[in-house]
Every structure is written in C-alpha cells, then in structure tokens.
T-cell receptor, first 114, second 115 residues
Framework: DQQVKQNSPSLSVQEGRISILNCDYT??????FLWYKKYPAEGPTFLIS?????DKNEDGRFTVFLNKSAKHLSLHIVPSQPGDSAVYFC?????????????FGTGTRLKVLA | DAGVIQSPRHEVTEMGQEVTLRCKPI?????LFWYRQTMMRGLELLIY????????DSGMPEDRFSAKMPNASFSTLKIQPSEPRDSAVYFC?????????????FGPGTRLTVL
C-alpha cells in the first residue's frame, strides 16, 4: 500500500508558466515533508521542505503548500524554466515507535518546454 | 566534499549470481540509507543505519538481501542469489543524523540488471 502518492506520472509546462506538482499521503503521523529533484543518471537532491506546523514554505521560485486536513501537499514552481525539467519526488517522514520512517512517492516527471 | 560515492555505477549479472553494491557516505554523516528505485514503487527504503548499527531493515524484500556497515565510511548491500526482479537502480544516501527533519544526500546510484 503506497502511503505517499504522486498520481501524475508526468507533467508538461511552458517556460515561464507555473508548474504545480501534487502529492497525497495517508498516514496522519507524518509530520515533515520534503521535495527532491532528480536528473537522469544522478541521485535525488533535496529541494524544499515543510513542517506540519506550517501550511506554506517558500524558497525563491519554489513554494510548498501543505493541507493537513486533506493530507495533501503541492510544489509550485514559478516561473518554470527548462532547467527545472526533472523527476520530482515527494517524501513524508515521521518518527514512529522510535523508528524513523521516510517514505517517498513514485515521482512526477516535469518537462518545461522552451 | 566528494559527496556520497557508490560503486559500481552499472552492474549486469546473471540470475543466481551474487551481487555486492558499495557505498561511501559523506564524512561526518552518522546515518546511511539504502533505497531501491523502480517504476512501479518509486524510491523504497530498504534499510538504514545509525552510527553503523542497523536500525530498521523492514524494507528489505527478502532474506536474499543483506546489508552491512563495518565502519563509518563504508557500507555494502548484497543480493544472493540475484533474480531478474531485482533489476532496479539502488541508491545509497547519508545524513548527519537519522531524523525525520533531516535531508538526505544521495549517491548517483547503481543500475543493476539481472538477466
């Protein structure tokens, strides 16, 4: 059972427009959420995160929104650039029964068209 | 810093053979993670170590998989015997501490193909 879901396997956006990537989770014990970006033949790299006590975190062109009641988070990229083309992974984390849990989604491939 | 180092980058083997993947974490990081990436399941956490001690191996799919961390600068993931369904990209990651709020730093991955 996938506890973290990214239901859109791919997304295409025109350069300069907004990219919105979505992520849903099922376990209410998750209290920290992260987005990673992955280029081909490389490992994922950390992009931005948000704690469950917040509903928004912004870093330059990247903003993450968290809706706890809906168990939903989204990553907004404005404006989108061709260099943003990559696979984006959402991750949810928590410490449960003394063990650290870090669950990734299946990823969304973003293509920004010039 | 060189980042997390993984070897080999690519491995092609035949079913039934033993496969050993290697990882060198970032110096000073206390936690090390092994992941497997597949199209269907995304990035799955297989096992993680804290201060060289395995903490949670609940993600290891079968007894054919084993992982060790003999010291702070080296870890291995072994598959014996390997099967075609083990074909995937295996990532190693490290972080300063194993905690829900800590970002992880990933290596470039090892692409394993089992024929």
């Amino acid at each position: 059972d996938q506890q973290v879901k990214q239901n859109s396997p791919s997304l295409s956006v025109q350069e300069g427009r907004i990219s919105i990537l979505n992520c849903d989770y099922t376990n209410s014990m998750f209290d920290y959420f992260l987005w990673y970006k992955k280029y081909p033949a490389e490992g994922p790299t950390f992009l931005i995160s948000i704690s469950s006590i917040k509903d928004k975190n912004e870093d330059g062109r990247f903003t993450v929104f968290l809706n706890k009641s809906a168990k939903h988070l989204s990553l907004h990229i404005v404006p989108s650039q061709p260099g943003d083309s990559a696979v984006y992974f959402c991750a949810a984390s928590a410490t449960i029964a003394g063990t650290y849990k870090y669950i990734f989604g299946t990823g969304t491939r973003l293509k920004v068209l010039a | 810093d060189a980042g997390v180092i993984q070897s080999p980058r690519h491995e092609v083997t035949e079913m039934g053979q033993e496969v050993t993947l290697r990882c060198k974490p970032i110096s000073g990081h206390n936690s090390l993670f092994w992941y497997r990436q597949t199209m269907m399941r995304g990035l799955e956490l297989l096992i993680y170590f804290n201060n060289n001690v395995p903490i949670d191996d609940s993600g290891m799919p079968e007894d054919r998989f084993s992982a060790k961390m003999p010291n702070a600068s080296f870890s291995t993931l072994k598959i014996q015997p390997s099967e075609p369904r083990d074909s995937a990209v295996y990532f190693c990651a490290s972080s300063f501490q194993a905690g829900a709020y800590n970002e992880q730093f990933f290596g470039p991955g090892t692409r394993l193909t089992v024929l």
